[in-house]
């Protein structure tokens, strides 16, 4: 069974930028989840995907946006990238959205905006 | 809205000590919580979950918690810890119409010295 995979492991970009981020659901897994870890802080909610629909976002603004595919993995995209959007990226699969206490993290995408 | 308040965000203790990590939530409904353990430059493994039943919950590595409502706690505990238990602990929340969303802590970083 595969787990949780993320990339790439390391990103750097510049203020104003756009950035894709990708992620590949743990077999079986319909629904994914991202949140956003800044150093010395609890990962913070982004938003999650269920059947490729939008399902639940945090307080993100919209350049945050995602997909989902119908393979069911995921890709994160931010637009006008700021200092402030520097952050470990997490993406976590379940299997059924109501399931979704059960979540299974990858590695994550380090990501530095100067 | 949900949070959670972890006590300590660092925690020392020696080898084959025994330690605690203090976890407190507040939420109006019914709750979901989680302990979670990330390891340098890794994502989140899941340690341990309560979702109902015994407030007593045994996780992964020998940790335990136990879930007290009246006090709002789920304090995260190992009779015994190794220098492998060295890592950043969170403790997260989640339920109501939140199923599909985790609240994360400011996370404890438990330095296990030999």
């Known amino acids: 069974e595969t787990g949780v995979t993320q990339s790439p492991t390391h990103l750097i970009k510049t203020r104003g930028q756009q950035v894709t981020l990708r992620c590949s659901s743990q077999?079986?897994?319909?629904?994914v989840s991202w949140y956003q870890q800044a150093l010395g802080q609890g990962p913070q909610f982004i938003f999650q995907?269920?059947?490729?629909?939008?399902?639940g976002r945090g307080n993100f603004p919209p350049r945050f946006s995602g997909l989902q595919f119908p393979n069911y993995s995921s890709e994160l995209n931010v637009n006008a990238l700021e200092l402030d959007d520097s952050a470990l990226y997490l993406c976590?699969?379940?299997?059924?959205?109501?399931?979704?206490?059960?979540?299974?993290f990858g590695p994550g995408t380090r990501l530095t905006v100067t | 809205a949900q949070s959670v308040t972890q006590l300590d965000s660092q925690v020392p203790v020696f080898e084959e000590a025994p330690v605690e990590l203090r976890c407190n939530y507040s939420?109006?409904?019914?709750?979901?919580l989680f302990w979670y353990v990330q390891y340098p430059n890794q994502g989140l493994q899941l340690l341990l979950k309560y979702l109902s039943g015994s407030t007593l919950v045994k996780g992964i590595n020998g940790f335990e918690a136990e879930f007290n409502k009246s006090q709002t706690s789920f304090h995260l505990r190992k009779p015994s810890v190794h220098i492998s238990d060295t890592a950043e602990y969170f403790c997260?929340?989640?339920?109501?119409?939140?199923?599909?969303?985790?609240?994360f802590g400011q996370g404890t970083i438990l330095t296990v010295h030999p």
């Open positions: 077999s079986g897994h319909n629904t």
């Open positions: 939420s109006s409904v019914s709750v979901y």
């Open positions: 997260a929340v989640s339920g109501g119409t939140s199923y599909g969303k985790l609240t």
């Open positions: 995907y269920y059947r490729e629909e939008e399902n």
């Open positions: 976590a699969s379940s299997l059924e959205q109501w399931s979704s206490y059960e979540q299974y």
